[in-house]
T-cell receptor, first 114, second 109 residues
Framework: EAQVTQNPRYLITVTGKKLTVTCSQNMNHEYMSWYRQDPGLGLRQIYYSMNVEVTDKGDVPEGYKVSRKEKRNFPLILESPSPNQTSLYFC?????????????FGPGTRLTVL | KNEVEQSPQNLTAQEGEFITINCSYSVGISALHWLQQHPGGGIVSLFMLSSGKKKHGRLIATINIQEKHSSLHITASHPRDSAVYICAAAIQGAQKLVFGQGTRLTINP
């Protein structure tokens, strides 16, 4: 089954404790992206990757890091989480780089930073 | 002003009603996506439109490129249609998607 998986689905942590949210896709997609979703603000892009070893900042990259060492995986790293990073996070992937291609979303990770 | 605006933000209707959700955008696009987000949080792609109209079951999506406007219609609405519907504009020549803020639809039995 074609899918994007994320782990963990729910996470409560404390300020400053480094964490990683994993994302993996099994569709051999070149493009992967991380979004955060906040009430009233909609989905905003954090980072994206056009292919292995190619990553770039989205609209709200501050406080986040990513890596793309393998085509299927695109982890999101919060080196020192803060309460304003409490949000619902989605990983997504699509074929090719153009945004008219269908996007496949992961199930979401609900992060709470105390 | 957001580049992609949806209306209404919230919509409550009775089962069986015809539903329309609107999406207007101010940028040049190569396509427009309609997404559905269920209460559990997951997001699925419903349609990708670059012109005209598409239909899938009870869902119909239309786009008017000249007017920079798209609509999502649901015929014979059902409580299981209750979800947040999001439009997303694929910026012309770019990798970027710009999302509307979503329309929360509630269908009462």
């Amino acid at each position: 089954e074609a899918q994007v998986t994320q782990n963990p689905r729910y996470l409560i942590t404390v300020t400053g404790k480094k964490l990683t949210v994993t994302c993996s896709q099994n569709m051999n997609h070149e493009y992967m992206s991380w979004y955060r979703q906040d009430p009233g603000l909609g989905l905003r892009q954090i980072y994206y990757s056009m292919n292995v070893e190619v990553t770039d900042k989205g609209d709200v990259p501050e406080g986040y890091k990513v890596s793309r060492k393998e085509k299927r995986n695109f982890p999101l790293i919060l080196e020192s989480p803060s309460p304003n990073q409490t949000s619902l996070y989605f990983c997504a992937s699509r074929r090719g780089s153009y945004a008219y291609n269908e996007q496949f979303f992961g199930p979401g990770t609900r992060l709470t930073v105390l | 002003k957001n580049e992609v605006e949806q209306s209404p933000q919230n919509l409550t209707a009775q089962e069986g009603e015809f539903i329309t959700i609107n999406c207007s955008y101010s940028v040049g696009i190569s396509a427009l996506h309609w997404l559905q987000q269920h209460p559990g949080g997951g997001i699925v792609s419903l349609f990708m439109l670059s012109s005209g109209k598409k239909k899938h079951g009870r869902l119909i999506a239309t786009i008017n490129i000249q007017e920079k406007h798209s609509s999502l219609h649901i015929t014979a609405s059902h409580p299981r249609d209750s979800a947040v519907y999001i439009c997303a504009a694929a910026i012309q020549g770019a990798q970027k998607l710009v999302f509307g803020q979503g329309t929360r639809l509630t269908i009462n039995p």
